[in-house]
């Protein structure tokens, strides 16, 4: 994974160090207030990574201005930058004008800035997209990726992609993924990680994430760093991040096109869906290196995605239903 200075082309680290004083402490006293609130580490890290972003285009947008002093127009124009140059989702646009909504809230509530004007909350979030077509990609064109990766001594991306078909993790939870279990070759599952409603689990694993891991830490060498993955070089490493695993994702898939010749949008979560679906019919790897005939039952494929309730499960595979009726009445059902 490659070192990147800006992410979601809004934030900037050299423009950050430039960036309001008096911003940047209202933000910090804003994020002292959700750790008093037991907020999670995770939501408060989104807050602060939002709102860095959003300084960022107040300092080169609106003259580095206090945020106490931003009119309604100044949200406006961010809202639309969001989404027209930054080509956000509503649903991650809505999110940055929300947490920028609650940290204004914050000032208001405070006496002593005597702030009463929180434009924010003058604008609109976007209206919710219809839900995105889920990609699913097979066994043979994961292995014709990882395959490509290794070639390429991408062996960190091969990694990745390959933790994420055995495990059909969630992306926050393959970031947690710490290096030492690798080093035990008799061991199939990872460090604990937390996923969501703050369950604690580990990842499960197989043998094309043994080949990429040891292939990646070999070249990877000696560090003080636990996470499996990280960014940068020399004295200049860091652990990796949700975001930076994203970016992987969106290498692996140009990378993809070039071997078929036809893009597939997929995404990480995209091979969660996918692990899930080939373990259930049967086209998985380790379903015919276990010597199976067919694949799991959903009560199982419950369980690998760690999921309370199956219904949920269910709605991470393909529907057969329309395959099942044609096969029982030798019929063709069409759109």
């Not at 710490?178 to 604690?200: H, M, P, W």
Request: net charge positive; with cysteine.
């Amino acid at each position: 994974m490659n070192k990147r200075n800006v992410y979601n082309n809004f934030f900037d680290s050299d423009v950050w160090d430039l960036v309001l004083n008096e911003n940047k402490e209202l933000l910090i006293d804003f994020l002292t207030e959700l750790r008093q609130e037991k907020k999670s580490k995770g939501t408060i890290y989104q807050y602060e990574k939002d709102i860095r972003g959003f300084l960022c285009f107040v300092y080169k947008k609106f003259s580095n201005k206090s945020i106490l002093e931003l009119s309604k127009k100044d949200f406006r124009k961010y809202s639309i930058f969001l989404t027209d140059d930054c080509n956000l989702s509503s649903a991650r646009h809505n999110r940055i004008l929300s947490a920028i909504r609650s940290w204004l809230n914050y000032c208001e509530n405070d006496d002593e800035l005597d702030y009463l004007n929180n434009a924010a909350r003058k604008v609109k979030g976007l209206p919710k997209e219809p839900v995105r077509e889920i990609y699913f990609l097979t066994d043979n064109q994961i292995e014709k990726l990882k395959n490509k990766l290794i070639e390429q001594k991408e062996f960190q991306k091969a990694a990745l992609l390959a933790i994420s078909y055995d495990s059909c993790a969630r992306r926050a939870e393959i970031a947690q993924v710490e290096k030492f279990s690798f080093y035990d070759e008799n061991r199939n599952n990872t460090n604990k990680v937390i996923g969501k409603r703050r369950k604690i689990f580990s990842l499960i694993y197989f043998d094309w994430t043994k080949e990429c891991v040891k292939l990646w830490l070999n070249e990877r060498g000696d560090d003080n760093i636990d996470s499996l993955w990280i960014i940068g070089s020399d004295d200049k490493v860091k652990k990796a991040d949700a975001e930076n695993i994203y970016n992987a994702f969106m290498y692996m898939r140009r990378l993809l096109a070039e071997i078929e010749g036809k893009e597939t949008p997929f995404n990480v979560h995209s091979l969660r869906h996918s692990g899930l679906q080939n373990l259930s019919d049967g086209s998985h790897y380790m379903i015919k290196r276990l010597g199976l005939d067919k694949g799991f039952p959903i009560e199982k494929l419950k369980l690998i995605a760690n999921h309370t309730d199956i219904s949920t499960t269910s709605g991470y595979i393909k529907d057969n239903s329309i395959d099942e009726l044609e096969g029982m009445f030798n019929i063709k059902i069409k759109d």
